[in-house]
């Protein structure tokens, strides 16, 4: 089975810290995405990659950016972080034409 | 610009009642997803519908597909309290590997 591993469950930051949250898959999938998850909001895009060193903006950027130095690493950083943007975020990846397969999450909270 | 409507958005059903979940989209689109998700937890695939008029069952959920009408359902047979979770509908976005969600339909079986 394919496996999406987020590095942390949970993370607790201060606003304007600089956050990395990782994310690795095991199965030389091309396409990778991050989604964050608020309640009433659903799943919103924020950044995707179809390819090494490729990334594309998603709905909502604004205030991360992200990293794809190796097939299997999609990384989501928060340049500053802010308390809006405490939330549940989700990674996936998906080979050409399939479905995602979803880490478990990382909930952030920013105080 | 693709909007993907589930409804209803919350559901308080009966053990062994029978019910069903919709999810519409606003544009072309081949391909749908159904997801689960548990409290606190990530997303589970649950269906891929690639084409029309495709139904698939697993258990008590069977999911069906009306590309002309941008349809989707999620039929639930005699619910049992182990279904209770949030469900989502997701569409591929033509030309892209972007996914676009619902909003989700929280799903409470009553014992």
């Known amino acids: 089975d394919v496996k999406v591993t987020q590095s942390s469950r949970y993370l607790v930051k201060r606003t304007g810290e600089k956050v990395f949250l990782e994310c690795v898959q095991d199965m030389d999938h091309e396409n990778m995405f991050w989604y964050r998850q608020d309640p009433g909001l659903g799943l919103r895009l924020i950044y995707f990659s179809y390819d090494v060193k490729m990334k594309e903006k998603g709905d909502i950027p604004e205030g991360y950016s992200v990293s794809r130095e190796k097939k299997e690493r999609f990384s989501l950083i928060l340049e500053s972080a802010s308390t809006n943007q405490t939330s549940m975020y989700l990674c996936?990846?998906?080979?050409?034409?399939?479905?995602?397969?979803f880490g478990s999450g990382t909930r952030l909270t920013v105080v | 610009e693709l909007k993907v409507e589930q409804n209803p958005l919350f559901l308080s059903m009966q053990e062994g009642k029978n019910y069903t979940i919709y999810c519409n989209y606003s544009?072309?689109?081949?391909?749908l997803y159904w997801y689960r998700q548990d409290p606190g937890k990530s997303l589970e695939s649950l269906f891929v519908l690639l084409s029309n008029g495709a139904v698939k069952q697993e258990g008590r959920l069977m999911a069906s597909l009306d590309t002309k009408a941008r349809l989707s359902t999620l039929h639930i047979t005699a619910a049992v309290h182990d279904l209770s979770a949030t469900y989502f509908c997701a569409v591929v976005h033509s030309g892209t590997y972007k996914y676009i969600f619902g909003t989700g339909t929280r799903l409470k079986v009553l014992a």
């Open positions: 544009t072309t689109s081949d391909r």
């Open positions: 996936a990846s998906s080979p050409d034409n399939y479905g995602y397969t």
